[in-house]
């Protein structure tokens, strides 16, 4: 098949939506498609070879904060030309409703078309202002995706319709082996949290709490923590006696973080909310990392009631320390975590998901044509 | 007898002078809560016609969904939701400066029906929002300097009336940003 992907936020800068396609474009190609992405970026950056720059994207306030978007009749018009050249059976949009490329392609697109819905957006009056010109493009969608029941919701509430749910995948092969970091996990064991501490939803303050009880009984343990955030605020909350057994590596590199989940023995993810899939945790599974998450019901669900996982409830950092304490004592436990996540993780790796989203393109194949440009 | 008289006639030319430094402050009001009006008028004009122009089908849909969501952020801020309205009219600037400022915009409309009166609308909108701000930001420096004078502090002649805040946005809409093309913008304000 040959597939185009549309990418509304720049390539250059990480994000979830971008990390989503690019596993999606890659696992597409290894099944034998013909993939081309095309996403705002310059012209002279350093792209893979199946995404296609659409020019900068513009920094423009959009929702309260400011985004970087490609819009415009000189957007409009490279995506006009990508699509002619490309000839696609199916084009596959992501997030149609920001201002970028995604809606612009829906817009100059004729044929059909599936779109992958990510955030889950509260329903505002602004939407309701831009509705009438929100609608006439999303109308060409012939396939919905939505990659959690939150986004799904959102889409619903909005535009009416339904959407089919798929929830994002998980390059397990980019996880499944590393070396530790140099000293790690060590032989006093080694705790482990990724993701920003000055995010509550994130759960790290609960963390800290609960490395503060096992800490005094366990003179070796160790907290490995990656992620933004402001580390010396984070520690001033902490007793001075373990500050020097909390390492923040802060911002870290995507190989350095396939690193950190290796170089512990038990993963935390304390979230107390918001994760819809939880990324951290299905990466942490990935890499067999033994974990100890929020009883959440997403996670619920990821670590399969608790087989791939322990769970404990969420925010009540004595169970955390208790559950902690009991992989930390018991490595058979440990082992038997760590394979069970390794075999659970393969529901999301990006092969398995990508013949889902394949699924969905030939539901909408057979009603139309290949992908053209609409008339003007 | 004298000296009574003369206190008199002090006391009357303080009277006077107090009852006059009053009127001014009066007027200084007036001329502000004016100015505020015109203000409001021209700030409600720009994001009518920026809305307008989103809706009007001229525009791709991104660009229109942009200029929709900031020109409605910026209205519901003029009938007093959310809080500070400066926010939100730099927003719409900084969106408007977006929109046009891709080389070839107004190229890109030529021909199209109605395209330039609309341009021409937001145009004369966005000026007159420079010149309102500009008028009500000097009656708001007039009015604070008179206010500060120690006489009108010592005898509350403001009465309770708060002092009056500047206005600042960004209302240019030719940038200094990236986003700056120059020639395709909507000739604009100084």
């Known amino acids: 098949m040959k597939i185009g992907l549309v990418c509304p936020y720049t390539w250059d800068i990480p994000g979830g939506v971008q990390e989503h396609i690019m596993g999606l474009a890659e696992a597409l190609i290894d099944l034998g498609h013909q993939v081309s992405v095309i996403s705002p970026a310059d012209d002279d950056a350093p792209l893979p070879p199946y995404v296609v720059p659409a020019g900068r994207a513009v920094p423009v306030p959009y929702n309260g904060s400011v985004a970087r978007l490609a819009f415009g009749f000189l957007s409009a018009s490279r995506v006009r ?21 995604s809606l612009l392609a829906c817009w100059v697109a004729d044929g059909p078309i599936v779109a992958t819905v990510h955030t889950a957006i509260p329903r505002s009056r602004a939407m309701h202002a831009a509705e009438p ?51 790690w996990p060590g032989s006093g064991g080694a705790l482990g949290f990724l993701g920003r ?39 001033a909350k902490t007793r001075p006696a373990l500050r020097d057994r909390i390492v923040m590596l802060g911002q870290v590199s995507d190989a350095d973080k396939v690193r950190v989940y290796h170089s512990v023995d038990v993963f935390c993810a304390p979230n107390t909310g918001g994760e819809s899939f939880g990324i951290v945790l299905a990466e942490a599974m990935a890499a067999g990392a033994p974990i100890v998450a929020s009883d959440l019901d997403a996670f619920r669900k990821v670590l399969r009631r608790g087989q791939a996982g322990e769970l404990f409830p969420t925010g009540n950092a004595a169970e955390l320390a208790a559950a902690a304490a009991r992989l930390l004592d018991q490595p058979e436990l440990r082992a038997g975590l760590s394979a069970a996540a390794s075999a659970a993780v393969r529901a999301y790796d990006w092969p398995v998901v990508a013949r889902d989203v394949l699924r969905v393109y030939e539901a909408v194949v057979p009603a139309a044509d290949r992908v053209a440009v609409a008339p003007q | 007898m004298i000296a009574a008289i003369v206190v008199v006639a002090v006391v009357a030319m303080l009277g006077v002078y107090v009852s006059w430094r009053a009127g001014r402050l009066d007027r200084l009001h007036a001329r502000l809560e004016a100015a505020r009006a015109a203000l409001d008028v021209a700030l409600v004009r720009r994001s009518s016609v920026a809305l307008e122009l989103a809706s009007c089908g001229l525009l791709d849909p991104a660009t229109s969904l942009l200029l929709a969501s900031a020109a409605h952020d910026a209205r519901s801020a003029q009938s007093g939701e959310g809080n500070g309205q400066e926010l939100p009219e730099s927003d719409l600037t900084r969106a408007l400066r977006a929109a046009f400022g891709q080389p070839g915009f107004r190229a890109s409309l030529n021909g199209t029906e109605g395209a330039e009166e609309l341009l021409m609308e ?34 509350r002649l403001a009465g309770g009336a708060s002092l009056p805040e500047f206005f600042e946005i960004e209302d240019s809409l030719v940038g200094t940003g990236e986003a700056d093309q120059g020639a395709d913008m909507p000739h604009l304000t100084g």
């Open chain 1, 81 to 101: 030309r990508w699509l002619k050249e490309g000839g696609f059976d199916v084009v596959h949009v992501h997030e149609p409703a920001a201002p970028s490329l």
């Open chain 1, 133 to 183: 010109i929100l609608q006439s493009a999303l109308e060409k969608i012939s396939g919905r995706i939505a990659v959690s029941e939150a986004a799904r919701t959102t889409l619903v509430e909005h535009f009416g319709g339904d959407a089919v749910l798929i929830p994002n995948g998980v390059s397990v092969r980019k996880f499944e082996k590393a070396d530790p970091l140099p000293g």
């Open chain 1, 197 to 235: 501490m000055d995010e509550p939803r994130k759960g790290f303050s609960i963390l800290l709490r609960a490395f503060e009880m096992l800490a005094l009984e366990r003179p070796g343990l160790r907290l490995l923590v990656a992620g933004h955030g402001d580390a010396d605020e984070a520690l």
């Open chain 2, 122 to 155: 937001l145009e004369s909108a966005a000026h007159q929002v420079f010149l309102a701000r500009k008028f009500y930001n000097d009656a708001v420096a007039a009015t604070r300097d008179a206010r500060r004078r120690p006489l009108a502090r010592l005898l």
